[in-house]
Structures are given as structure tokens and as C-alpha cells.
């Protein structure tokens, strides 16, 4: 009987083994084939490259028609119209990627810097929060999001 645990304990260890590196692999924020599929994709990502975010936020709704139910796609939109100043079309962006992926860092940590240029540092903490429960391991966009809150606690406290 000791032996039938033991065996199980063991294939266990093995499953989650196997299982423990999609678990701590967060999602990506670029399908590379999503890009190489579209034209429009990658033209937007193109744009956005070169700063160019009305052409961007043109090719990505084009890119968005065909494929509406992508987080990155929606991501990508809310960051051209947050460059553009469109801060309230940018959140309704980020937003329907939160909907879509609710472990979409990017959406998460864009939609957080959207909040601070709104001044609304309690709905930017939420995603900073949300950040820290989806990174188990260090990740670049809770670094950024830490940073970027960080810098408008201490302009806010200058003034």
C-alpha cells in the first residue's frame, strides 16, 4: 500500500512537473502569427514603431474587424488612441481586452498609466493589484506600472 502511495505521489509530482511551466508562463501580448496572418496587423504594428498612431488605430480596426476577439488586437488599439490623447476610446480598448484575457499584462498595465494621466490613482492601484496576482514571477509590466505610480505619487506630492 505504501508503495501505491508513494508511486502516486510521485506521478503527481510529475503531472504538475509537466504543467508547472504553462502555469507560470504568462500570456503573451503578441501572437507573431496573428501579425503574419494580417496585413493590417502588421501594418498597425508598423505604425505604431514609428509613432505614427492615427494610421496605427486605421490599420488595427481594420485588423479588428476580422478578428474581434483579440485581447492583443484590442491592446494594441487602446495604446494608439492613448498616444493619440483619446484616453476615454483608449480604456473602452483596454477594457474589452481585460474582458477578453483577464491575465493580459499589457492591458493591464496600459490601462493602469491611462488611469494616472487621468489622475485616478485609485482605479490605477486596481491594476497594479491585478498585476501582482497574474506576474508569479517578476514581470516587466508590474515593474513599469510600479515605476510609473511611483513617479505620480512623488509629482503629486511636489505640488
Known sequence: MKHTHRAHA??????LAALLPAA????????PAAAARDPDYAAGKAAMDRKDWAEAVRRLQQAAVRDPESADLQNHLGYAYRNLGQLPTALRHYERAIALN???RGAHEYM????LMLGDLPNAEKHLAALRR???LPCEELADLEQAIRQHRLRSSAR
Do not use: F, N, S
Open 10 to 15: 510521485i506521478a503527481a509530482c510529475l503531472v
Open 24 to 31: 507560470l508562463a504568462e500570456p503573451t501580448d503578441d501572437a
Open 102 to 104: 483577464p491575465r493580459h
Open 112 to 115: 493602469g498609466e491611462a488611469y
Open 134 to 136: 497574474i506576474c508569479l
